[in-house]
T-cell receptor
Framework: EAQVTQNPRYLITVTGKKLTVTCSQN?????MSWYRQDPGLGLRQIYY???????DKGDVPEGYKVSRKEKRNFPLILESPSPNQTSLYFC?????????????FGEGSRLTVL | AQSVAQPEDQVNVAEGNPLTVKCTYS??????LFWYVQYPNRGLQFLLK??????LVKGSYGFEAEFNKSQTSFHLKKPSALVSDSALYFC????????????????FGAGTRLAVHP
């Protein structure tokens, strides 16, 4: 089954404790991206990757890092989480050929930073 | 700047009645438009898209949307609502000539919660 898998789905942590949210897709997609969803703001792009070893900032990259060492994986790293990073996070992927295709989303990771 | 507006935070509809969820957009060129649905504790699921051609596009679960270039709108519609349609709906736009964020970046509206009552 084609899917984007995120882990963990739920996480409560404390300020400053480094954490990683993993994302993996099995569709051989070149493009991957992270979004955060906040009430009243919709989804906003954090980082994206056009292909292996190619990453760049989205609209709200502060406090986040990413890496793309393999095509299928695109982890989101919070080096020193702060309460304003409490949010619902989505990983998404898409084919790289043209830009008419839809994004495929993971189930989401709800993060609470105390 | 690219933007998407969903003017209603919530839409309430009785089961069996037609529903409309509104969306307007602002992009510099010809947009690619999408609708996604989010059920509780789930990710976003693709419903339909407009790229080019017929202004009325049909999608999953009986939904359709009408692209109106003069009004810069892309309203989501369904002729007969079901209780199971209750969810959060997102309209999104992609400007095919803007590379910022990667060519597959979507700009999302704030979302509209659809509540269908029995």
């Amino acid at each position: 089954e084609a899917q984007v898998t995120q882990n963990p789905r739920y996480l409560i942590t404390v300020t400053g404790k480094k954490l990683t949210v993993t994302c993996s897709q099995n569709m051989n997609h070149e493009y991957m991206s992270w979004y955060r969803q906040d009430p009243g703001l919709g989804l906003r792009q954090i980082y994206y990757s056009m292909n292996v070893e190619v990453t760049d900032k989205g609209d709200v990259p502060e406090g986040y890092k990413v890496s793309r060492k393999e095509k299928r994986n695109f982890p989101l790293i919070l080096e020193s989480p702060s309460p304003n990073q409490t949010s619902l996070y989505f990983c998404a992927s898409s084919t790289g050929t043209g830009n008419t295709g839809e994004l495929f989303f993971g189930e989401g990771s709800r993060l609470t930073v105390l | 700047a690219q933007s998407v507006a969903q003017p209603e935070d919530q839409v309430n509809v009785a089961e069996g009645n037609p529903l409309t969820v509104k969306c307007t957009y602002s992009v510099s060129g010809n947009p690619y438009l999408f609708w996604y649905v989010q059920y509780p504790n789930r990710g976003l699921q693709f419903l339909l898209k407009y790229i080019t051609g017929d202004n009325l596009v049909k999608g999953s679960y009986g939904f359709e949307a009408e692209f109106n270039k003069s009004q810069t709108s892309f309203h989501l519609k369904k002729p007969s609502a079901l209780v199971s349609d209750s969810a959060l709906y997102f309209c999104a736009v992609r400007d095919p000539y803007m590379f910022s964020g990667g060519y597959n970046k979507l700009i999302f509206g704030a979302g509209t919660r659809l509540a269908v009552h029995p």
